[in-house]
């Protein structure tokens, strides 16, 4: 059985330009009226050191509607999931631009007592803006998609009640990041793991349901739609992080995420068309498939709505962590 899992990344990511109302305040609004009007849910990943900093400085006045509209999400029985770039914590505001700490870009890789206090911080802020101060988050995503090394960030999360993490894509590598999901290739659809992220651990308790991808060669990552939001989002990235990139995509091939805000429906449809043949060699297995957008790249809703309609017609329910964590066989 197959169900698709929508998950919005709900930030300005990159160096921390733009504004809350155009880039995530109305693209999530958006969003939400369309999975409204078809009685439907998806996970929004709140960023939420930048908030917390923004509200702190008070440098943006969309922060209240978007406190607003995360407690509306919430009511409305959208999941709010945990999501946390922890350069902001240090950040400085500097002529009308975020300085942010890179020192402290790779939650998994600060201290222990660091990724504590940095994960608490992060909780409290969400039941703070939630008014909900008993709430956790079923499920994280890091940021820039970095859970290695692995084992004392896994540890505090569950410590902390978390049970599902969606931080993973199978093929990825980041050479800059040591980021290196190549091993997670031969993994299942789910796994729960401890010590390394990309190693099942039966006896462990977090649970990975990665964000679905595919490797395909590296030409076929440069559409035209996808390259256009990408140097949106990259413009004013500093040219050693644009060279960077440039290494990664050295390698001959890569894996291309199920993004509903960077694909073309062509290609979504045919990324998907490949877990239907899947799904017809082993109906019994149950295949959870994560997809990713942000909100400062939604632009094109026909494509969104063209998406849920092919999984319409095949019948394929949109769902959510917490409704589909029972069928991952954990308790
Ligand atoms: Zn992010």
Redo the contacts with the bound molecule.
Sequence with gaps: MIVCIFTI?Y?L?GNGDGNLYQQVYEPAERLQQIFLSRNARFVT?V?VAELEIIEAHGTDSAIDKVKKQLRDLYKNGFEIGL?V?PQWYNARYDQGHWQLDEFEYNLCALPKDRIEHIINRAINYLRKVLNQPDYIPLCF?N??WLFQPSQDLAGLLVDQGIKVDSSVYKGGFQHKHHLDYRRALKNGYFWKFARDVNIPDPSAQLLEIPTYSRMVYTWQLLSQKRMRIQQQASAGYPLKAKLDRLTDFLHVRQPLKLDFCRLTIKELVHMFDRVLKDEKKAPESFKPIVAIG?TKDLQDYATIEAFLAYLQKHEIALSTFGHIYDRCGLS
């Design positions: 990344d930030e990511y990943f960023e999501h770039h995503r940021s820039n942000h």
